[in-house]
Antibody, heavy 129, light 112 residues
Framework: EMHLVESGGGLVQPGGSLRLSCAASGFSFEDYAMNWVRQAPGKGLEWVSS????????VYADSVKGRVTISRDNAKNSLYLQMSSLRTEDTALYYC??????????????????????WGQGTMVTVSS | NFLLAQPHSVSESPGKTITISCTRSSGSIASNYVQWYQQRPGSSPTTVIYQDNQRPSGVPDRFSASIDSSSNSASLTISGLKTEDEADYYC???????????FGGGTKLTVL
């Protein structure tokens, strides 16, 4: 069975940093694109970032671009999100998600993406003084 | 980027059929796959539909989805409603110009 387990959340002051981790199991991690999606308390889902299998392609939401870095270690079956210059509006439950397939891009165009099929349980990030 | 508009809430009785819409604000709804995610209260989201109309294993065939180019919208249909279907439902697609991921605002389904 496929599993994603996030960790690393916590309470951090505005302007601070945090590194989230996601441990994957039950599937061949290196074959799939991965994402971070967040949900502020009482709000809807907001995509944060995507990464393809070999980290050649990374994409960020405008709301976090320049402040977060997505990365992965295929040898450790792990996905990461390094967050810095955190703001109160970054307070949310952060989910790790697996895509149905890899994000394959070549010569400036990418194959159609087919959605997420596995979600973790989330790790809570609270930005407050 | 475009927007995906969903009704804020819908309600229906057990055993009935409900359809939730997801309308794309610009660009063709058919140009990128649409997914649907279910989020029960206090739980993580789960995937009920991917790649426009594909059900992951374990999702009952009471869940189906379609794309309508004439209205530029996607729809999730749940038949034989059960109280356990009560949840928030989110549509999701992609912007192929920049590979960004977009979610609809979510629809709260009440089964009463």
């Amino acid at each position: 069975e496929m599993h994603l387990v996030e960790s690393g959340g916590g309470l951090v002051q505005p302007g601070g940093s945090l590194r989230l981790s996601c441990a994957a199991s039950g599937f061949s991690f290196e074959d799939y694109a991965m994402n971070w999606v967040r949900q502020a308390p009482g709000k809807g889902l907001e995509w944060v970032s995507s990464i393809n299998w070999n980290s050649d392609v990374t994409v960020y939401a405008d709301s976090v671009k320049g402040r977060v870095t997505i990365s992965r270690d295929n040898a450790k079956n792990s996905l990461y999100l390094q967050m810095s210059s955190l703001r109160t509006e970054d307070t949310a439950l952060y989910y790790c998600t697996k895509e149905v397939s890899d994000l394959y891009c070549s010569d400036g165009s990418c194959q159609p993406r087919k959605g997420f099929d596995v979600w973790g349980q989330g790790t809570m990030v609270t930005v407050s003084s | 980027n475009f927007l995906l508009a969903q009704p804020h809430s819908v309600s229906e009785s057990p055993g009935k059929t409900i359809t939730i819409s997801c309308t794309r604000s610009s660009g063709s709804i058919a140009s990128n796959y649409v997914q649907w995610y279910q989020q029960r209260p206090g739980s993580s989201p789960t995937t009920v539909i991917y790649q426009d109309n594909q059900r992951p294993s374990g999702v009952p065939d009471r869940f189906s989805a379609s794309i309508d180019s004439s209205s530029n919208s996607a729809s999730l249909t749940i038949s034989g409603l059960k109280t356990e279907d009560e949840a928030d439902y989110y549509c999701q697609s992609y912007d192929s110009n920049n590979q960004k991921v977009l979610f609809g605002g979510g629809t709260k389904l009440t089964v009463l």
